[in-house]
Structures are given as structure tokens and as C-alpha cells.
């Protein structure tokens, strides 16, 4: 993978991390139509790691949510155990939540299976469809959500079951999370909200069990090139992902779903009728 390459597969990453329409599909798609070799360790990597880099953009974006502990005094008669959870209560919430995507997320990862996922444009493309489809009618499903619901730990846990199918590439970790925080009753600000910051430590994980596995299999891919190629991919993810996330929020709390729904349709689409034309997605051998 060269510069120019890394840069566009970040652009891409940036753009669609927070939308509901797939960032690693759409990942994929880009590296397949930029000729980038599947199957290499590095490149799975490369594609978890500048994930990691456009998340972090949340924690710029709302560093005040991740960097203040809860102040209010505890209830009266509150147990130590209640007193800590009431003081650290929102990183409790992410805990709980992000437990489900560990578990799922390691057996997906030793059984091979999402490096197998992680390789098939046909996956992306069937489940870009599926979800777009679904998405038409989620927001006859789930109303709006009520500003009076507010998260608590079945809550989060809840959602962190509807992250776990976003191990399918396509699916979208964005659309699986706030669609399981509007199950839970919560707006779509919240729900959204919520999505980017369960993000956080799942992608931390993610990055460092990547980055465990890169070392522990060759450090040899550990060339200056590729450091090089990593810090450059995160940092234009960083950047695109904070310019487009306050946008997404605006039109989906204003619009909902649907302008997605049909975006992912129409992609997923062009993608199958190339696919089952014959045709290659490489444009580059």
C-alpha cells in the first residue's frame, strides 16, 4: 500500500465512520478498486487501526463528557460499590456496553472468520442491500425516542448486542448501535451520541488486539513505509471524521434514515450486478 493509496482509504474512512452505511465495506470497495492486496496481514490492520484514528475525533469533539467525573453527591445510604459507579457512572456505561463486541469480537477473530469477512466484497455488497433496505422502514419501526429515557446498564448493554453484528462488514457499527439505541427508547441524538462513544474503547481494543497479533506474527512489516503509511491514515481519518460527525448528527436527528437507506441500495446494488457480471473490482492488478 503506497501514500496516495493510505490517503484516499482514509478520506473514505472519515467520511462514512459515523454514517450508517459501513466504513470498512466502504473500506474494502476502496482498497479493492485501488488495487490493494487482500489477505495481507498489514492491510487488515492498516484497516482497523485508521478506525481507531477517526474515533478519536470524539473525544475532541466531546471532551468534556470523557473528561468529567459525575460531582453530584451520591444517593444517601448509597453502598461503596454505588458510590463508585455514581461518580464514574459514565465510563461504567461504556464498560457494560462494549463487553458483548469483546467477547464476539475475539471468537470472531480466532476462528478466522473475520479475516475471511474482511476479504469479500460480496458480504459488503449483500449486506450494504439488506441494511439499506431495512433502514427504508427503521424509523417507522422506532419512534423518536423520548429526551426523558435516559441510558442505564441494561441500556448499554442492550446496544452493545446490536454492535456485535456489525462484525459483518457492510452492516455499519454506526447503524447497529444507534438503531439499538433507538430500540431502547432513546432519541436519535442520544442514541447517535451514545454510538460514537461506545466506539471509543471498542476500536481502542481493536487497534491494540491488531497491533498485538502485526508483532506477534512478523515485526518485519513494522518498516518505515508502513509506520509512515499508518500515521499518515490516521491522522487524515482524524480529520475528516471531526469535520463530518457534527453533520451527521444535525441531518439524522432532522432527516432520519432513509437518504442512507437508499445510499447503501444503490451502491450495494451496482456492486452485486458488477460481481455476478464477471467483472473485477480491481482496477489495478
Known sequence: MDILQAIIIAIV???????????????????????????????????????FGAILSVVVL?????????????????????????KWYFYWLL????????????????????????????????????????????????????????????KAFKIGLFQCISVIPGVSRSMATIVGGMAQNLTRRKAAEFSFFLAVPTMAGATLLDLVDLFKENAEWATSHNIL??????????????LAMKWFVSFLTKYGFKAFGWYRIVVGVIILVLLLSGQSLQMVD
Open 13 to 51: 474512512e472519515g467520511l462514512t465512520e459515523f454514517l450508517p452505511v459501513s466504513s470498512t465495506g466502504h473500506m474494502i470497495i476502496a482498497q479493492n478498486l485501488l488495487g490493494v492486496t487482500q489477505g495481507d496481514a498489514f492491510v487488515h490492520a492498516f484497516t482497523f487501526i485508521i478506525q
Open 229 to 242: 503509511v499508518l500515521v499518515i491514515g490516521c491522522v487524515v481519518a482524524f480529520i475528516v471524521a471531526l
Open 95 to 154: 464498560f457494560v456496553g462494549v463487553l458483548p463486541a469483546v467477547i464476539i469480537g475475539l471468537v470472531a477473530k480466532k476462528s478466522g472468520l473475520l479475516d475471511w469477512l474482511l476479504d469479500s466484497v460480496l458480504v459488503v455488497a449483500i449486506m450494504l442491500v439488506v441494511g439499506g433496505v431495512f433502514m427504508l422502514f427503521c424509523d417507522r419501526i422506532f419512534n423518536k425516542g423520548s429526551e426523558a429515557i435516559e441510558l442505564n446498564e441494561r
Open 62 to 86: 466531546y471532551w468534556k463528557r470523557f473528561f468529567r467525573l459525575d460531582r453530584t453527591p451520591a444517593p444517601a445510604g448509597a453502598s461503596s460499590w454505588q458510590r463508585f459507579k455514581h
